[in-house]
């Protein structure tokens, strides 16, 4: 009996977890698979490393702190609710920072 109690209380948990990872940023229009060594990472390398390799509070240079920054590197990509980066602008095209959001919205792969 208290298994159930608890697996009620668990289930909108898991589901919403599972909704997160899937669909991140419903504007994003992604109609193939990203790949995180052939677009991001040498994205972010061009335009962020170059001041985010340990300093100015981010480290930019692998999977996996790309990964758990990729909320606060799209809103900067965006300039929203994060300060716009690149740092001084131009902002990068929408269509790349596009791209990123599709990479979130598959579940972030080391592909
Ligand atoms: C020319 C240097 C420079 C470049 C290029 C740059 N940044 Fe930054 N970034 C900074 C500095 C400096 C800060 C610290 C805030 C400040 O003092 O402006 C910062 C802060 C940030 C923040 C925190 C902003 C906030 O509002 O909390 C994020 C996120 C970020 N950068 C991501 C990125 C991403 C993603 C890129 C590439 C698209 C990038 N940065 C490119 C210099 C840069």
């Not at 990872?21 to 419903?26: A, G, T």
């Not at 229009?29 to 490393?49: A, K, Q, R, Y």
Request: glycine content about 8%.
């Amino acid at each position: 009996m208290k298994l159930i109690y608890l697996s009620i209380f668990l289930i909108p948990f898991i589901w919403g977890c599972k909704k997160d990872k899937i669909q991140n940023y419903p504007n994003a229009n992604c109609s193939d698979t990203v790949s995180f060594n052939n677009e991001i990472l040498p994205l972010i390398l061009n335009n962020c490393t170059g001041c985010h390799t340990n300093q100015n509070g981010y480290t930019l240079t692998n999977h996996s702190n790309i990964s758990s920054n990729s909320t606060a590197i799209v809103g900067a990509m965006r300039n929203s609710g994060y300060q716009l980066m690149p740092k001084g602008g131009p902002a990068l095209p929408d269509s790349i920072i596009e791209r990123v959001e599709c990479w979130v919205n598959q579940g972030k792969l080391n592909n």
